[in-house]
């Protein structure tokens, strides 16, 4: 859940991460830590909720699956998840979506035409300035 006019945000993890967070102004990333397990493993699992009030302005929130830094090359080295962050951090100054786009089209280019492996969830909040 996220309030706009507040910034705040709510969440519960699937087992998906981790969870970045890139602040531009002082151009360093920091982990969500958030784990739980998998949605469907438990069905009587109760997830925690998780929350957080203070963003930084222009602050980017970004959560994928693995299938993004576990993606290969022909050389069969992993894009990983610097490769992610540099992705990011080249396109901070960009929409949500336009950073979407670009991280998308930087792991293809990464692959270099290897077969995609796993699923390639992302999900790109911008925090407005």
């Not at 890139?22 to 151009?27: L, V």
């Not at 959560?63 to 069969?76: F, K, L, R, Y």
Request: aromatic share 8%; with cysteine.
């Amino acid at each position: 859940m996220l309030e706009p006019d507040t910034r705040d945000v709510r969440w519960i993890n699937a087992g998906h991460g981790p969870i970045f967070l890139f602040d531009p102004t002082a151009d360093s990333f920091e982990d969500i830590t958030a784990q739980d397990i998998p949605l469907g493993i438990n069905p009587d699992w109760q997830f925690e909720e998780h929350g957080r009030d203070k963003w930084p302005s222009g602050g980017i929130l970004v959560i994928g699956t693995d299938g993004i830094w576990e993606a290969q090359n022909p050389d069969g080295h992993a894009f990983g998840k610097e490769g992610l962050k540099q992705a990011i951090r080249a396109q901070a100054n960009q929409s949500a979506e336009d950073i979407c786009k670009a991280v998308v089209a930087r792991l293809e280019e990464f692959a270099g035409g290897e077969p995609q492996r796993d699923d390639v969830t992302l999900v790109v909040v911008k925090f407005p300035k």
